[in-house]
């Protein structure tokens, strides 16, 4: 509604400031420019969700759980610009279920580059084939594929019936 007569255009300039946002740059003086250009004058909490349209699935959040409990470690790797990753860092209780969280935007790259990957291994300090990353997006699974880490994609709404034979494949039982 705010972008009125140029709602897609609004919401593409949006999406393009999200993206250019996620290796580090403010997304908050991104999304400041945006509203400048579109002559909107409302204040960015007004325009942006503070939740950030995030969906907490908690059956996938106790799968989580129950691969710690087998005495593995888990992380969150992420692409997410700064005002939604610290939003998710900060209020989601993710330090609870999560033994690591990567966001790219203070990694300083973003998934699918080698450079995100790269650095997540030096971080927890384990050889990329001893590493399972699963993701929902074809670009990330090739991605960490490329400097050797186990990947497998996952279907966007799959659930825990779709994580549990990626798991099963790794001799991981739920």
């Given at each position: 509604?705010?972008?009125?007569s140029r ?55 106790a799968?989580?759980?129950a ?7 888990c ?14 860092r ?16 203070e990694?300083?790259?973003a ?19 001893r ?26 709404d ?17």
């Amino acid at each position: 509604a705010r972008g009125g007569s140029r709602a897609e255009e609004f919401l593409l300039a949006v999406a393009a400031a999200d993206v250019s946002c996620l290796t580090g740059a403010d997304f908050g003086a991104a999304m400041r420019e945006v509203l400048r250009q579109f002559e909107i004058s409302a204040p960015l909490e007004d325009v942006i969700d503070r939740q950030f349209w995030i969906e907490v699935r908690q059956p996938m959040l106790a799968a989580v759980r129950a691969v710690r409990d087998l005495g593995l470690r888990c992380g969150l790797a992420t692409n997410q610009q700064n005002l939604r990753g610290a939003y998710m860092r900060s209020s989601l209780g993710f330090e609870k279920i999560f033994d690591e969280q990567f966001y790219s935007f203070e990694i300083g790259f973003a998934k699918p580059e080698a450079g995100y990957f790269r650095t997540i291994m030096a971080r927890i300090d384990v050889s990329p084939d001893r590493v399972l990353f699963i993701d929902d997006h074809d670009g990330n699974v090739a991605g960490a594929r490329e400097i050797g880490i186990h990947s497998e994609l996952f279907p966007r709404d799959g659930g825990v019936a779709a994580l549990t034979p990626i798991l099963a494949r790794y001799g991981l039982r739920l």
